[in-house]
């Protein structure tokens, strides 16, 4: 799977939008970017997932660039709540050989601290 | 709760102990995933299961560790002779086929 590079750390206001960039300039055409995100004591959660079409759901958009060498996520509207690590994830659905991948890789992620 | 339940959630054992924990999955999903995380790192993976088969196990699981999935649904994770490096958050996943993981709270394992 393609390494991700995120910022170590963020600061958001609540109510505002919060945008957290991923580099994935390594990426493969049959790989997905993944986000998940993971609030102090408790088990990541899953966020959203793109291949190259921007993607939005309740919770965030996915905004993939046309070359698919980065992402952002976003929160339209922050919350003490959405305090968390995030993390960018980059997953193949098969190998070259059509067995279909199983696990995630994670990295460091991005600490997002939302500030009343 | 439909959600992925882990038990228990919380164990202390002395070094030299065997532990076991448990995963229940979503109903239905049939791929489940273990993984464990280092305070301040990231989830790192040990081995995934499709219905009752063990498809990949990470270097991480050494032979200390051994994980069971024997009717496909819920899964056992054991930790023979714990060191204090086993200490750490254990945590399990579930998805139905390839699809996005859903994980559960996780069992956070200190060995004394």
């Known amino acids: 799977d393609a390494k991700t590079t995120q910022p170590t750390s963020m600061d958001c206001a609540e109510g505002r939008a919060a945008n957290l960039p991923c580099n994935h300039s390594?990426?493969?055409?049959?790989?997905?970017v993944y986000w998940y995100r993971q609030i102090h004591s408790q088990g990541p959660q899953y966020i959203i997932h793109?291949?190259?079409n921007n993607e939005t759901n309740e919770m965030a958009s996915l905004i993939i660039t046309e070359d698919r060498k980065s992402s952002t996520l976003i929160l339209p509207h922050a919350t003490l709540r959405d305090t968390a690590v995030y993390y960018c994830?980059?997953?193949?659905?098969?190998?070259?050989?059509?067995?279909?991948?199983?696990?995630?890789?994670f990295g460091q992620g991005t600490i997002l601290t939302v500030h009343p | 709760d439909t959600g992925v339940s882990q038990n228990p959630r919380h164990k202390i054992t002395k070094r030299g102990q065997n532990v076991t924990f448990r995963c229940d999955p979503i109903?239905?999903?049939?791929?489940l995933y273990w993984y464990r995380q280092t305070l301040g790192q990231g989830p790192e993976f040990l081995t995934y299961?499709?219905?009752?088969?063990?498809?990949?196990k990470s270097r991480l699981l050494s032979d200390r560790f051994s994980a069971e999935r024997p009717k496909g649904s819920f899964s056992t994770l054991e930790i023979q002779r714990t060191e204090q490096g086993d200490s750490a958050m254990y945590l399990c996943?579930?998805?139905?086929?390839?699809?996005?993981?859903?994980f559960g709270p996780g069992t956070r394992l200190t060995v004394t």
């Open positions: 994830i980059v997953r193949a659905a098969r190998n070259a050989g059509g067995t279909s991948y199983g696990k995630l890789t």
């Open positions: 996943a579930s998805s139905p086929g390839v699809g996005s993981q859903y």
């Open positions: 109903s239905e999903h049939n791929r």
């Open positions: 793109g291949l190259k």
């Open positions: 390594t990426i493969s055409g049959n790989e997905y």
């Open positions: 299961f499709q219905n009752e088969a063990q498809l990949e």
